[in-house]
């Protein structure tokens, strides 16, 4: 495509949030990208904008048939004031992905990924520094056309919204309390489950809404077909050590290939750490716990990198996996070295962070 | 609640399109109505105003987590010049079923409701008269909180826009030909197939366009668990006849129960031709098929009332079920005298359509 991404300027600079103000997805800064899609002319007029609302027909097909897909990901700020993204292409590439199976046009991911370091950088100082902060970036692509039948639309925005916070979870690594959901399903092998759009997340609400009622902090969600095998938790993919070995479900077509995930997977192979991903049944891991050889349990994802899970609620069964986290455990060793590539702490042997400037 | 919707008015007008360029879903009248949701209010302000776009901040949840559910119902204009509405209670508490599925607050029934008819009432010049025309009304309600957390919104816009429309399908009783799905699935039990939420129909996107390429009108799903049982088509319930004797899928949590579905039913029972609702295979169906038992297979909805299929394909095998639509089918039969009862041309022991006036 190779096409030159303009830039409109903007005077008004909105004053910035202090660091414990700033929650998740609260704030915007003072620029969006954004990118259009026709027919005629495909995905075209790339552009760095003041951020601003959209002004949308109430037939616009995003708010009747949901087509509608985004990413996530986070620039850090370095102690020497350097400005890091981690594993950017991944998420261009899961983009993509998402594209294809929402009937979405593919983008450029060259374009989409100069747009992501080209907004930043310009946006660096709203990247905070404080511990656990970070700038949160948002690409997302919404379909435009105003029209209610029911067939991919032939208009698409595709823009980008970028959001200091803080760490997602109020006390990072304090472990949470997950719900073993078993009467709710999210996705299924044919769905939708294994990309990021917009439906998957509302149709996840009701239960999460269960959980927290019920006195927990997140749903863990079986397959839909058996209700037996373990997916996924609400934003973040989960990792078992049994018996000194590291387990997470395979990528089966329902559940989401987090970049976390296949972080945290390369990590411990560098490490000699024993990790396979496999098709795990909650009784398998219900066994374990019984037997004294649940050691771990841990969710991956980008908003809160690495959570450890201290009990899981499946049924009658109570799991109490947490015996004090005494920072000695596998998740906090793998939350240590993510976190401290991603802030330019450590090496980066797997060239996982890219610098902009 | 008792609140009086407030009349904003205008003196544009637009043009109104010649009944052979209507479409479906492509021009919209002059107001539209809306209704505002904040945990302050509760839902409030209730008003017709001239039809206008929506001004909304890039981070507003519909965008991200597709928390969206709409409903589909029409106005018609009978010979002597009355508006009628079809059963538009029904639409007005599936809308309430959607909110509770997807984690929306309730709404008023009795102010939607009212909402509609007072809306079409000061669009009728909208309602075109030709044969197979009608007046769509389409409320729907989306999530317009600006906050990228994954929450059930705490703002939401409801809105009723208004299309005349010809027939959804271009040739209203030409029998469509169906391919049934095999990879790709909907709707799975505990999830959300069983309401109007957007992301239900951009997860059916993918099937549909393989679907046309195949050389297909639309889409037959099969249930997600087991890859046998018949759900419904893209838009419509689907309704088999077998040696007699008519049966439609259950309502079993994954297929929406529509209201042409439900009227269908009813008419048959009052007509006393055995109707049954129940759990049937696709291979079931395909042996009554092959001893020329399957005498009729007819979509229902909304959209186009009745649509009979001339041609199921699944994998390998063809069933060609029309023998010439000869007119004497029992779909064209039900075509009749549902569309005479909507258009006021028949009597309606059933009370299913409402007067405007
Ligand atoms: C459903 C779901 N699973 C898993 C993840 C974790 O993916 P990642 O590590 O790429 O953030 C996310 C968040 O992106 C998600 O939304
Ligand atoms: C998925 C689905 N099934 C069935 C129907 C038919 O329902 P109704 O007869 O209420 O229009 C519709 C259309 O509303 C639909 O979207």
Chains 1, 2 share one sequence.
Not at 65 to 87: M, N, P, S
Request: aromatic share 10%.
């Amino acid at each position: 495509m190779n096409q030159v991404i303009e830039l409109i300027k903007t005077d008004v600079k909105k004053e910035k949030p202090a660091a414990n103000a700033l929650g998740f997805g609260k704030h915007f800064t003072d620029y969006m990208f954004v990118m259009d899609y026709n027919q005629e002319d495909g995905w075209h007029h790339p552009r760095i904008t003041p951020y601003a609302p959209l002004v949308l027909d109430p037939s616009v097909m995003v708010f009747h048939y949901g087509q509608a897909i985004f990413e996530g990901l986070k620039a850090y700020r370095t102690k020497d004031g350097r400005v890091l993204l981690f594993r950017p292409e991944k998420n261009v590439a899961r983009l993509n992905l998402s594209c294809q199976r929402m009937s979405i046009p593919q983008i450029d991911e060259e374009i989409v990924l100069d747009a992501i370091k080209q907004l930043v950088e310009i946006e660096k100082d709203w990247i905070p520094n404080e511990e656990g902060t970070s700038l949160y970036i948002r690409p997302f692509i919404i379909a435009t056309e105003p029209s209610l039948g029911v067939h991919p639309s032939r208009e698409y925005k595709l823009m980008v919204i970028l959001s200091p916070v803080g760490s997602y979870y109020s006390d990072q690594l304090k472990p949470v309390r997950i719900y073993v959901e078993d009467e709710y399903v999210r996705a299924v092998p044919g769905g939708v489950g294994f990309v990021k759009t917009s439906g998957n997340y509302a149709a996840s609400l009701k239960a999460q809404e269960k959980a927290e009622l019920l006195g927990y902090d997140q749903v863990l969600w079986l397959d839909g077909v058996e209700r037996k095998y373990i997916e996924e938790v609400g934003s973040m993919n989960i990792f078992f050590k049994i018996n000194g070995e590291v387990v997470t479900p395979k990528l089966n077509g329902s559940i989401l290939g987090g970049i976390t995930r296949d972080s945290v997977i390369e990590l411990l192979k560098h490490w000699n750490i024993p990790v396979k991903e496999a098709k795990i049944s909650i009784d398998e891991i219900n066994q374990a716990f019984q037997k004294g050889e649940l050691e771990e349990v841990f969710g991956t994802g980008t908003a809160a990198v690495i959570s450890p899970v201290g009990e899981l609620k499946w049924k009658d069964t109570t799991m109490n996996i947490s015996k004090g986290n005494n920072g000695n455990t596998l998740a906090n060793r793998i939350y240590e070295e993510i976190t401290s590539i991603q802030l330019g702490k450590a090496e980066d042997p797997f060239n996982w962070t890219i610098e902009i400037k």
